[in-house]
């Protein structure tokens, strides 16, 4: 009997996951779920309205009744395209901000979990296979030294034109991985059954083909 159509893919920021988690839900044709996306939004939907940051029962409210639509590589907030506002430095640590919130969190569980369908689920995030998918058949949690990850970040901000400064992402990404590794709720590590990829010295296809191998193995039983 073959398993749920489901594979987690954790890790910090600019180890890869997003465009690994893209590329396997395209060559499996199964759906996405940009779980960082969600928390970007939140942070924005807080910024925008002026709300304290630190004012968890708001915040936490303000995610319960988050208004937000996904379609076609677009993300919406209130019917307005905010695909390239949530993707900035300052939007990355505004979501780091509220992700620290278990109400936060916990507003966001079940929308996250209702993506699991039969059609199959690529869940990227930091707390996929530990939380919000526990029974997961396949979880992987995928790394890079933060100097790499600093520097896919400054190249990918480069081309879209945006500015970078490469010291500056570096120190960003040290306090983003403490606070989102320390925080109470749902912290970022690997799932006790997760299988470890460290992305440093691999290209996207290398990692894609060993996600897809342990896939190939667990999915295709019959
Ligand atoms: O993956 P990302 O860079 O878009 O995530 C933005 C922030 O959201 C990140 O600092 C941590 C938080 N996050 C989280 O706590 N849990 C998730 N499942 C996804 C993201």
Not at 184 to 194: F, H, I, N, Q, V
């Amino acid at each position: 009997m073959s398993c749920r159509k489901l594979i987690t893919i954790d890790g910090p920021s600019g180890s890869g996951k997003g465009t690994i988690a893209q590329c396997l839900a395209e060559k499996l044709g199964w759906k996405l779920l940009d779980s960082g996306a969600l928390y970007r939004l939140v942070g924005l939907d807080v910024r925008n309205r002026g709300l304290d940051f630190e004012d968890e029962a708001s915040v936490g409210a303000l995610a319960a009744s988050l208004d937000a639509r996904f379609d076609k590589g677009h993300v919406f907030l209130h019917n307005q395209d905010v695909t390239n506002d949530i993707r900035s430095e300052s939007a990355g640590n505004d979501a780091s901000r509220v992700a620290a919130l278990p109400r936060v969190r916990e507003a966001l569980l079940q929308w996250q979990r209702d993506c699991a369908t039969s059609d199959g689920l690529v869940a990227d995030g930091r707390d996929m296979g530990t939380v919000v998918f526990p029974d997961a058949p396949l979880k992987i949690f995928l790394t890079a030294s933060p100097e790499e990850r600093a520097n896919r970040r400054y190249k990918q901000l480069k081309e879209k034109g945006m500015s970078a400064n490469l010291p500056r992402l570096i120190e960003e990404i040290r306090e983003r991985d403490e606070r989102d590794s320390n925080r109470k709720t749902a912290p970022l590590r690997p799932a006790e059954d997760a299988i470890l990829i460290d992305s440093s010295a691999l290209s996207i296809d290398e990692v894609t083909g060993k996600i897809l191998e342990a896939a190939d193995a667990l999915f295709n039983d019959e």
